[in-house]
């Protein structure tokens, strides 16, 4: 296609049947500057205007792309069409192919991701430079089976043990709005061979003052160890008390160790917001203000 022949008959078959550019871009659903430019030589209508554009002007496909009236459809036509497509539809097929081939690395590199997450998460191949836990969902079937034995809260916890980690510590520590105002060892567990991915089972229940508890960590064949099992009497204990748990993936802290459970205290039961502990990321970001109030943290440490 020869753009000035083009536009040129465009331009004067156009004001042969008295229409403004204007007239012919609203037919045409372009804009009046397109419909200018192709007048001008200076840009081809796009290959799915030829045939409406054709239409409203009252020519051949042929016509348009020769340039002239009176062309007939031959072999050097049928060529000047392939030769005027591949020229429009060619960036058009690169710019799809380059799109494709980068949607598909990015397919690939989440998926790569998603696997090492699952290798590093489900498996033991890869190096474990630091100790991460997880909560494992418990069913409703297993939350009804725990205080069927007598608890009345049960957390299950999976835990990536460090390389270097040969054991583990549990301990109970109780904050107000002082700061730390007592704690209770809760005993300590071996790593119990070579495999580093461990269960951690956590139950408790509360009656009056008091709280008991009961820890358990996976052995390698895959029975609970011997619980470290509890009684606590916190000062702050009553008769109503506010729970958190761990709820996502978290390291940790070589120094602070991490937050398991959090329980907040209250002997007359009132809970302000701002004082209910909170330990979804395995930390308690404040203490309460409330001086009746008191955080009770099962928190573990690993060394």
């Known amino acids: 296609m020869d753009a000035i022949k083009t536009g040129g008959l465009i331009a004067q078959t156009r004001k042969e049947k008295e229409l403004t550019q204007r ?20 840009s081809c209508p796009d290959i799915g205007l030829l045939e409406p554009l054709a239409e409203a002007l009252g020519l051949t496909v042929t016509e348009l792309l020769s340039g002239q009236r009176g062309e007939q459809p031959g072999e050097e036509a049928v060529r000047d069409s392939l030769r005027f497509g591949l020229a429009q539809l060619g960036p058009k097929v690169r710019r799809w192919r380059w799109l494709f081939i980068l ?8 998926l790569a991701g998603l696997g090492y997450i699952w290798v590093r998460d489900n498996t033991e191949l890869l190096p474990q430079r630091e100790t991460v836990v997880r909560p494992v969902v418990v069913t409703n079937r297993e939350s009804t089976m725990a205080q069927a034995a ?76 011997y619980g470290l099992n ?22 940790v802290d070589r120094e602070e160790g991490i937050v398991l459970l959090a329980l ?40």
């Open 230 to 251: 509890g009684t606590l009497k916190p000062s702050y204990m009553g008769q109503a008390h506010t729970f958190s748990a761990l709820e996502q993936r978290t390291e």
């Open 103 to 110: 949607a598909a690395t990015l397919l690939l590199a989440v």
């Open 23 to 42: 007239d012919l871009s609203e037919r045409l659903h372009v804009s009046v500057q397109a419909v200018s430019k192709w007048e001008r030589g200076l």
């Open 150 to 225: 007598g608890k009345l809260e049960g957390h299950l916890y999976q835990v990536n043990f460090a390389d270097n980690v040969t054991r583990c510590s549990f301990q109970w520590e109780l904050w107000t709005h002082q700061g730390l105002k007592q704690s209770w060892a809760a005993g300590e567990r071996e790593r119990y061979g070579d495999g580093r991915r461990k269960l951690i089972a956590v139950a408790i229940s509360t009656g009056g003052s008091q709280l008991d508890y009961g820890i358990s960590m996976e052995m390698p064949s895959g029975i609970a160890a």
């Open 264 to 303: 907040t205290l209250n002997p007359e039961g009132r809970f302000q917001t701002g004082d209910i502990a909170k330990v979804k990321s395995g930390r308690v970001s404040g203490l309460p203000e409330d001086k009746q109030t008191a955080h009770l943290l099962l928190k573990m440490y690993c060394e």
